[in-house]
């Protein structure tokens, strides 16, 4: 009686773990097929036509590199110079994480304002709006969104497939440190996150490094391409592999929208409340599973 009762849970667990895999695979199909229409829809409606010049500023190529380069190196300076804190004082990783980005963010707005300063852009004839651009940004946050997390299902699921083992459920370093912190550090750790680091991220990768590339190359949608490329490879080592694809798919959205409206505004937007619908998800999925 005893052995029946052991054999009926394991076959009740068994049956439970196979439907539980059938709702995943389900929903997984629904968000890759919801990604393709979202492609298939925005190619027909010109989601994706970039304008005839190959610049969207009027920065010299060698001006857009050293920029870009001296916003990543100060970031990885705040970093640098926080990262002996953990062995010294009684500090948790996203602990020192949050100080780096604190320390960072005033160094490269010193950056920024003195560069803005001594070369300022002059104003470009075919830029929208700033209100305009965010209206851009926040229409365009849902298909965006759709197609990156298509794509990463997509990918997650090729791992599954030919590495034989399923990815990591929460998909960044900095989320999976977040989920396990407390204290001062989280709140800090996710106003940085949803508002501080999307936007320079954006002045950097999108506002400099694209157009310098775009200049250089003659090309528009090369700058576009390569930008996105190197925004998922600094990625690296925050993600698994597998991630690498969806961001690649984010960077060329924000991309795209960078070199249409001629601003890095809508690209902010969608960056922002991508970061902040990446954190109440994980937050609502990690509850849901304790």
């Given at each position: 009686?005893?052995?029946r ?5 394991n ?8 439907s ?5 695979t389900?929903?997984d199909?629904?968000l ?5 229409v979202v ?6 409606a ?8 190959a ?8 001006e ?10 100060l970031?990885?300076l ?10 010294e004082?009684?500090a948790t990783?996203l602990?020192?994480?949050?100080l ?28 929208i ?5 965010i209206r851009l940004?926040?229409r365009?946050?849902?298909?965006v969104?759709?197609?990156v ?5 997509a990918?997650?699921l090729?791992?599954q497939?030919?590495a ?13 440190m ?5 204290g001062?550090?989280?709140?800090t ?9 999307p936007?320079l ?5 999108r ?10 190359l ?5 700058g ?8 998922a490879?600094a ?5 698994q ?13 924000l ?13 902010v937007?969608?960056?922002v409340?991508?970061?902040l619908?990446?954190?109440v998800?994980?937050?609502i ?6």
């Open positions: 009686r005893a052995s009762s052991r054999a009926d849970s076959v009740a667990r068994v049956s439970e773990t196979i539980s895999k059938m709702v995943m389900v929903f199909g629904i890759i097929g919801a990604a393709a492609v298939l829809h925005g190619r027909s010109g989601w994706y036509a970039l304008p005839d010049s610049s969207t500023t009027n920065r010299s190529p060698a857009g590199f050293f920029v870009f380069a001296g916003l990543m190196l970031g990885f705040g970093q640098g110079l926080v990262a002996p804190i953990q062995s004082y009684p990783e602990e020192v994480h949050t780096g980005l604190v320390l960072s963010l005033p160094l490269q707005l010193m950056l920024l304002a003195t560069v803005t300063r001594v070369f300022p852009t002059l104003p470009l004839p075919h830029r709006s700033r209100k305009e651009a940004g926040i365009r946050f849902l298909p969104w759709l197609v997390v298509g794509v990463a299902t990918s997650s090729m791992r497939v030919v034989g083992e399923p990815s990591d459920p929460v998909g960044h370093a900095s989320l999976a977040l989920i396990e912190s407390s001062w550090a989280v709140p750790f996710v106003l940085m996150v949803t508002l501080a680091v936007w991220e954006e002045v950097a990768f506002g400099f490094l694209q157009p310098a590339l775009s200049r250089l003659g090309s528009a949608r090369w576009v391409v390569l930008t996105a490329g190197l925004f490879v990625h690296l080592g925050a993600v592999w597998d991630g690498l694809p969806g961001l690649f798919m984010l960077g060329l959205g991309g795209i929208l960078r070199d249409q409206t001629g601003r890095i505004e809508s690209a937007v969608v960056h409340l991508f970061n619908l990446n954190i998800l994980t937050w999925s990690t509850s849901a599973s304790v």
